[in-house]
């Protein structure tokens, strides 16, 4: 079975930086699609960020110039690099990836914290 397993986030202060990381196990797996989505207290989850392959990245407008989406070439892990943290941006941050012949699986999820 594939599943993606996320690190990183904390307890991170306005202002500051947080990279979180997402691997998916599990051999012969091909995924061409990963995203990262978050879930603030009593609200739904939202996208945050996504890429095709290693190619082709995309945000959500709340986060865009101040989050990197980057897939590590070769390998089945992405990283979102979160600069200029707002308290906005607290929330359970879940991995979600499509691949090939196996479909699609979410994270656990990881918190990230902004607080003063």
């Known amino acids: 079975q594939v599943q993606p397993v996320e690190s990183g986030g904390g307890l991170v202060q306005p202002g500051g930086s947080t990279r979180l990381s997402c691997t998916v196990s599990?051999?012969?797996?091909?995924?061409?699609?990963m995203a990262w989505y978050r879930q603030a207290p009593g609200k739904e989850r939202e996208f945050v960020a996504s890429?095709?392959?290693?190619?082709?990245?995309s945000y959500s407008d709340s986060v865009k110039e101040r989050f990197t989406i980057s897939r590590v070439k070769g390998e089945n892990t992405v990283l979102l690099q979160m600069n200029g943290l707002r308290p906005e941006d607290t929330g359970v941050y879940s991995c979600?990836?499509?691949?090939?012949?196996?479909?699609?699986?979410w994270g656990q999820g990881t918190q990230v914290t902004v607080v003063s």
């Open positions: 979600y990836i499509q691949a090939y012949e196996f479909g699609t699986a």
């Open positions: 599990g051999q012969n797996v091909e995924v061409y699609y």
């Open positions: 890429v095709v392959n290693a190619d082709f990245a």
